[in-house]
């Protein structure tokens, strides 16, 4: 008499004949990071496209409000839009240091 | 290196940690795919897309779970919706009728061992994966039900019907090789 029970569970674990090929993980890893360096491209992108609007829009708002008449006078805002690019960068650096590296220490 | 470790390097953009990351995953991702897909192209494309996926959440991963059970539960919902855009899925388990060879190639064991795979290979998807996380990947109860969603009872219940239908072919299949003997 022949023990069912013990084919039956044999042959459910049993291994699929499928098999990555040996090089499977090498070839994913290569697709993540080309996927990764396009959307740090498309990122910067629009990073810059955004600073263009917000530097067209700023010597908009320069001329029509802070009453400029010339592009010679935009070195009078320097100044100002020097300590605003500061404050920017200042919280960004502050974010990688205190939150971002926090979290991976964490994890690890 | 531990999983947090692991994760952590993997996290911090580490080739090397992706790689073995990859290698430690990989047979529980492919014997999932492996299950519901047929063709072998569609399977490596299904695994990759399965790690692409895991890659990108990885940081939503808190060790709430074990991360095979993680790993587990995004390649069960993405081989679940393949098999439905792919229309693989079509019947339910009460209308199988099961495609059965006039007869094994030999009555031992091994052979009906590798029927029973056959005949697994034709079940409805969702017993398919339920039987594969239980008898190949060892998954227990409780993280077949977090992979799959699925409550208990029906887990169990699905693990119990079709073992008994496979008894019954594999029973029919060798007795009629003993007929024919």
Same mark, same amino acid.
């Given at each position: 008499?022949?023990?069912?029970?013990?084919?039956?569970?044999?042959?459910?674990?049993?291994?699929?004949?499928?098999?990555?090929?040996?090089?499977?993980?090498?070839?994913?890893?290569?697709?993540?990071?080309?996927?990764?360096?396009?959307?740090?491209?498309?990122?910067?992108?629009?990073?810059?496209?955004?600073?263009?609007?917000?530097?067209?829009?700023?010597?908009?708002?320069?001329?029509?409000?802070?009453?400029?008449?010339?592009?010679?006078?935009?070195?009078?805002?320097?100044?100002?839009?020097?300590?605003?690019?500061?404050?920017?960068?200042?919280?960004?650096?502050?974010?990688?240091?205190?939150?971002?590296?926090?979290?991976?220490?964490?994890?690890? | 290196?531990?999983?947090?470790?692991? =994760? /952590?390097?993997? %996290?911090?953009?580490?080739?090397?940690?992706?790689?073995? &990351? $990859?290698?430690? +995953? !990989?047979? #529980?991702?492919?014997?999932?795919?492996?299950?519901? =897909? /047929?063709?072998? %192209?569609?399977?490596?494309?299904?695994?990759?897309?399965? &790690? $692409?996926?895991? +890659? !990108?959440? #990885?940081?939503?991963?808190?060790?709430?779970?074990?991360?095979?059970?993680?790993?587990?539960?995004?390649?069960?919902?993405?081989?679940?919706?393949?098999?439905?855009?792919?229309? #693989?899925?079509?019947?339910?388990?009460?209308?199988?009728?099961?495609?059965?060879?006039?007869?094994?190639?030999?009555?031992?064991?091994?052979?009906?061992?590798?029927?029973?795979?056959?005949?697994?290979?034709?079940?409805?998807?969702?017993?398919?994966?339920?039987?594969?996380?239980?008898?190949?990947?060892?998954?227990?109860?409780?993280?077949?039900?977090?992979?799959?969603?699925?409550?208990?009872?029906?887990?169990?219940?699905?693990?119990?019907?079709?073992?008994?239908?496979?008894?019954?072919?594999?029973?029919?299949?060798?007795?009629?090789?003993?007929?024919?003997?």
């Amino acid at each position: 008499m022949k023990n069912f029970e013990k084919i039956i569970d044999d042959g459910l674990k049993m291994e699929p004949d499928f098999k990555l090929k040996l090089d499977f993980k090498d070839r994913v890893t290569k697709l993540i990071r080309k996927r990764e360096r396009l959307s740090q491209r498309k990122f910067y992108l629009l990073i810059a496209l955004g600073m263009i609007v917000v530097f067209g829009t700023g010597l908009g708002i320069a001329f029509y409000f802070v009453g400029l008449q010339s592009f010679a006078d935009v070195g009078k805002i320097v100044p100002l839009a020097v300590l605003i690019g500061a404050i920017v960068a200042g919280i960004q650096y502050f974010d990688k240091k205190l939150v971002k590296d926090k979290m991976f220490k964490q994890l690890a | 290196m531990d999983e947090k470790q692991l =994760v /952590a390097s993997v %996290l911090s953009g580490d080739d090397g940690a992706l790689r073995i &990351f $990859i290698g430690k +995953y !990989e047979r #529980l991702v492919a014997h999932m795919v492996a299950r519901v =897909v /047929a063709n072998d %192209l569609d399977r490596e494309e299904l695994c990759q897309d399965v &790690f $692409i996926k895991v +890659y !990108e959440k #990885l940081d939503t991963f808190h060790f709430d779970s074990k991360l095979s059970t993680w790993i587990a539960t995004i390649a069960f919902r993405m081989a679940v919706n393949f098999a439905k855009k792919k229309k #693989l899925d079509q019947v339910d388990f009460d209308s199988v009728e099961f495609q059965i060879p006039d007869h094994v190639r030999s009555y031992e064991d091994e052979d009906l061992s590798r029927f029973v795979v056959k005949l697994v290979q034709q079940l409805p998807t969702n017993y398919k994966m339920v039987l594969t996380l239980f008898y190949l990947d060892g998954f227990s109860y409780p993280e077949i039900v977090d992979i799959t969603g699925m409550p208990e009872g029906t887990v169990k219940n699905y693990l119990h019907r079709a073992k008994s239908k496979l008894r019954v072919i594999i029973e029919e299949q060798a007795q009629k090789e003993v007929e024919l003997a």
